[in-house]
């Protein structure tokens, strides 16, 4: 399966996956709006390998940005491949343990060919020494100096470490921030995290076509799938998430279908009624209903109610839903277990 590159990567605490500059370019501008006069931090950034900072770089204008902010972790194993050189004066250090910061705050003409692109980018990266300096420590997001940089910033966007997913965001939302990060869609059933989705703190973006994408990898492919690109690893189920708002988080989900006993049973242990499908979900029912964790990307606020998940205990109204008294919270139909189920319920 393709998702075994990110259970081993989780496992050994790799997080090396560089996103592909078309995913950022795809899901950004529907953004565009958000970041006119915002300081933009990618803290989880090389900013020689890492396309985040390349997008925001060359699109500075366009996007009308205050400040650009990129910050490199030292252990990354890419980090160092083409030391920046006005760090020759480091030359006695190892490259790969080095980290440090870019601060943009204005992109022109530098190089002199008439237009501003990634090579006036380069240029500033390697001549200016006000734009890229050696951090004290080592890059890492949840040290002081970092922090630091956090809390100067508007926005942050990034692919965090995999690894460290509930820690990322309970940092942004201790320090109030705006967001627009890549999780894996298991993020969604985390105790840390539905908790925020359900109460419209958290949410999706429009997200990668066909729920899965390629990143640049140090590590071995060790996918199934049929699409190997070279150098990279496909990784299905990954999503981006983000607390700003966008025009498809209000489109209103058509429904179709009509309720019916036969095609809509009842779980055995949950007072509600099971829906395989999100397509599925019948116009003329009001009472709760579970439906896949996929539920989460056609969600609109404004249509429906998140009730709970199946998957997390300790919820009230989850209880009161309960039919008898069960070890598990996964739900049972027909005496057969099921995956998570998000249980909801339309709007009036």
Same mark, same amino acid.
């Given at each position: !399966?393709?998702?075994? #590159?990110?259970?081993?990567?989780?496992?050994?605490? @790799?997080?090396?996956?560089?996103?592909?500059?078309?995913?950022?370019?795809?899901?950004?501008?529907?953004?565009?709006?958000?970041?006119?006069?915002?300081?933009?931090?990618? +803290?989880?950034?090389?900013?020689?390998?890492?396309?985040?900072?390349?997008?925001?770089?060359?699109?500075?204008?366009?996007?009308?940005?205050? @400040?650009?902010?990129?910050?490199?972790?030292?252990? $990354? /194993?890419? =980090?160092? #491949?083409?030391? /920046?050189?006005?760090?020759?004066?480091?030359?006695?250090?190892?490259?790969?343990?080095?980290?440090?910061?870019?601060?943009?705050?204005?992109?022109?003409?530098?190089?002199?060919?008439?237009?501003?692109?990634?090579?006036?980018?380069?240029?500033?990266?390697?001549?200016?020494?006000?734009?890229?300096?050696?951090?004290?420590?080592?890059?890492?997001?949840? $040290?002081?100096?970092?922090?630091?940089?956090? @809390?100067?910033?508007?926005?942050?966007?990034? +692919? /965090?470490?995999?690894?460290?997913?509930?820690?990322?965001?309970?940092?942004? !939302?201790?320090?109030?921030?705006?967001?627009?990060?890549?999780?894996?869609?298991?993020?969604?059933?985390?105790?840390?995290?539905?908790?925020?989705?359900?109460?419209?703190?958290?949410?999706?973006?429009?997200?990668?076509?066909?729920?899965?994408?390629?990143?640049?990898?140090?590590?071995?492919?060790?996918?199934?799938?049929?699409?190997?690109?070279?150098? !990279?690893?496909?990784? $299905?189920?990954?999503?981006?998430?983000?607390?700003?708002?966008?025009?498809?988080?209000?489109?209103?989900?058509?429904?179709?279908? =009509?309720? +019916?006993?036969?095609?809509?049973?009842?779980?055995?242990?949950?007072?509600?009624?099971?829906?395989?499908?999100?397509?599925?979900?019948?116009?003329?029912?009001?009472?709760?209903?579970?439906?896949?964790?996929?539920?989460?990307?056609?969600?609109? /606020?404004?249509?429906?109610?998140?009730?709970?998940?199946?998957?997390?205990?300790?919820?009230?109204?989850?209880? $009161?839903?309960?039919?008898?008294?069960?070890?598990?919270?996964?739900?049972?139909?027909?005496?057969?277990?099921?995956? =998570?189920?998000?249980?909801?319920?339309?709007?009036?």
């Amino acid at each position: !399966m393709a998702n075994k #590159n990110l259970t081993n990567a989780r496992i050994a605490k @790799k997080d090396e996956f560089y996103t592909q500059l078309v995913d950022i370019e795809n899901e950004l501008r529907h953004y565009r709006e958000h970041f006119r006069g915002k300081t933009v931090l990618c +803290n989880c950034d090389d900013p020689y390998e890492s396309n985040f900072f390349k997008y925001f770089a060359a699109n500075f204008n366009q996007l009308g940005l205050k @400040k650009l902010v990129a910050t490199c972790y030292d252990g $990354s /194993p890419i =980090t160092g #491949n083409e030391l /920046p050189l006005i760090f020759s004066v480091y030359e006695d250090e190892d490259p790969k343990r080095i980290a440090y910061k870019v601060e943009i705050t204005e992109v022109g003409d530098v190089n002199g060919d008439g237009r501003v692109d990634l090579a006036d980018v380069r240029y500033l990266l390697e001549n200016d020494k006000n734009v890229m300096k050696k951090l004290k420590g080592n890059g890492d997001f949840r $040290s002081e100096e970092c922090i630091e940089l956090l @809390k100067e910033a508007d926005i942050v966007c990034t +692919n /965090p470490p995999f690894s460290l997913f509930r820690e990322y965001v309970a940092q942004l !939302m201790t320090y109030n921030k705006k967001f627009l990060i890549i999780g894996h869609q298991n993020a969604i059933k985390y105790k840390e995290i539905f908790p925020l989705i359900r109460n419209n703190k958290l949410w999706l973006g429009y997200g990668f076509k066909g729920g899965a994408t390629h990143f640049v990898s140090p590590y071995d492919d060790i996918a199934t799938a049929g699409d190997h690109k070279r150098g !990279m690893i496909r990784v $299905s189920g990954v999503h981006w998430f983000t607390n700003l708002d966008h025009n498809k988080r209000h489109e209103e989900l058509i429904l179709f279908r =009509t309720y +019916n006993p036969e095609d809509y049973p009842y779980y055995d242990n949950y007072d509600a009624i099971n829906v395989d499908k999100t397509a599925d979900i019948p116009c003329d029912y009001d009472g709760v209903m579970g439906v896949p964790i996929t539920f989460m990307d056609k969600y609109n /606020p404004d249509q429906f109610e998140i009730i709970w998940t199946t998957d997390r205990g300790g919820d009230g109204f989850l209880d $009161s839903l309960k039919k008898h008294h069960t070890r598990f919270d996964a739900p049972v139909l027909n005496g057969k277990g099921l995956y =998570t189920r998000i249980l909801i319920r339309k709007k009036k």
